[in-house]
Every structure is written in structure tokens, then in C-alpha cells.
């Protein structure tokens, strides 16, 4: 359980005290690979050669660079922001660890804030420094020191306290950032990396839309509705949230938001065979399962 504790610091408001769990739902075997059925074909890609199997990563985290709830930003009255996290905190802080396999505990006091009257938490913004996985890939990777299109080598994998994270492959046990499962995906001319960095995206945004999609932003400052915080780039935008509408609290009261972010990683990563389409070669191509995004959720809950 991860408690935040955000209080009122006016006569005309109480405290309100925020919980958040990061969980994995029904995640069971995690450290075996495992295959989808064949027949599966809408939950695979067609442009990376033949498909080979899926693989559960047994440890999945995620590092915040923000997180925050909003209300709706754009219609006139009172507008509500509640900072969990912000650039004002350390990055090399572990508060911004999101340990979805593991249930860690972190407590922290975000900015003061007041609620004064009844406001509806629209939206959820998360903008992730990365996710990071371990793994075991299947046995016909033993023996295969290199492989293209993961990144391997740069001898800083357990240091969390960057922006990122890069590869580290032992026999088959890999542990990896989530960069190179996504720029095949968010890249139309993907061809390799070539030593770039690749395209992805590090912002979510949960709720006020009834589907999800990819936004391309590339006015960085501008918000808009589906790009609340002004971000550029590629916006996962979710409808897989659930709203609370938080009430004024007097003061000397206190009320409690508890919310639960769940990530799906069961058979997260997928496996093609790539350009020369020959399983467990060293083209093969390693890539999040289509529409990922709707893995994760966001359920909150006021009381």
C-alpha cells in the first residue's frame, strides 16, 4: 500500500488523506514464458514476421516523473490539483517507484491543497520516467550472446536513480527498460534503432474519453482536453478509469481517496521472428502486446 498525505492548510478546509496500490491482477507463473493460442491473431502484430511466443515478465515496475488527479480544466469554476508527484521531489527519490509485482510501501506529503467545494477527479496524469522488466526468454536464447533489437551492455541497469534505465542479458534472464518494447510500435518507419534513441511514450492519461487511443502531440505547453498537463509527444490516452467526485471537506474533518492502479503484464511481451523470419535468431523482434495501454487501470474510491 502506498500512502499519500495531502492536507489543507486554510480554516475553510479539512484534510484529505490519498492511498494508492500498484498491483498485477492474476499474475501466476510469472517468470515462465508462455504461449498464446494461434488462433489469437487479433491480439498480434502483423509487420514484424512470424509470431513465436509471449513471455511474462516476473518483476515490472514503473518510475514516475508526475502524477497527479485533476478536475476538468477547461470549463469555468474551480479548478482542483492534486500533486502526488512533481519535479520538486528528488528524482533519484524512491517515492517515485511504482513496484506493480511487488506491493512496496512508500509514504510521502505531496503539496498542500484545499478542497472547498464538491469537485469530480477527472482525470489521472502519469508521466513515466520508464517501466522495467525481468524475464526469462525461452530456452533456444541460451546460447545467443547478442540480440538486435534489445539493448544490452551499458552497465547501468540497476541504477534507478536516472531517467532511464538500459539491458543487462545472463544466459536467458534479461532485464530491460521498456524503450526498446516500444519504438517499433509508436514509430511507423521503424527500422532498427541504428544507434538512436528510439520513439515511445512516457505520458497516460486516464479518463474524460470513452475509448482509448494514441495522441501525437507536438506543441509542447499547449493543454488541450485530451493533453490536460501540455506534453508533446506520444499521449496514451484511457478511458480504464474510474472518477470519484471528491466534497468539500470543514475543517478539522478529514475524507480518503484510495486508488488501485493494476497492470496486466501476463504474456506483456511478445516474440516475431523478424526480417529473416526464423524463430530464435538474432532479428527477432521483442514488442509490448498490441493496445498494451488497455492493460492498465485506475480505480478510485472516496470515502
Sequence with gaps: ???????????????????????????????????????????????????ITSVTPGRFLGKFLDLRFLNNQFIPGFHLDI?????????????????????????????QVNVRENVELIYLSAICLFFYQEFELPQQYEN????????FGNGYINNFDGH?????????FVK????????????SNWTGFNGSYPVTSHSYVFGNTDSTFIL???NQHIRTIDNPQGQNGYIVRSN????VTI???PDGDSKTIKGTMSFNITDLIQIYAGQDNIAYTNDDIFVYAPNFWERISVKLEYY
Excluded: W
Aim: aromatic share 10%; proline share 3%; glycine share 6%.
Design 1 to 51: 500500500m502506498i500512502l499519500f498525505f495531502i492536507s489543507g492548510c486554510k480554516k475553510d478546509g479539512g484534510k484529505l488523506l490519498c492511498t494508492m496500490t500498484y498491483n498485477v491482477p492474476n499474475n501466476k507463473n510469472v517468470s515462465k514464458s508462455t504461449e498464446v493460442k494461434t488462433d489469437a491473431m487479433s491480439n498480434q502484430y502483423s509487420q514484424f514476421g512470424e509470431y
Design 83 to 111: 500533486n502526488l508527484i512533481d519535479n520538486k521531489s528528488d528524482i533519484a527519490n524512491p517515492d517515485r517507484l511504482a513496484d506493480f509485482s511487488n506491493n512496496s510501501s512508500v509514504s510521502f506529503i505531496p503539496e
Design 144 to 151: 545467443i550472446t547478442m540480440l538486435k533489437y534489445l539493448s
Design 164 to 172: 532511464s534505465v538500459g539491458g543487462v542479458k545472463t544466459g536467458r
Design 176 to 187: 530491460a527498460s521498456h524503450e526498446d518494447f516500444l519504438a517499433p510500435i509508436f514509430d
Design 216 to 218: 501525437y502531440s507536438a
Design 240 to 243: 480504464k478509469y474510474e472518477t
Design 247 to 249: 466534497s468539500a471537506i
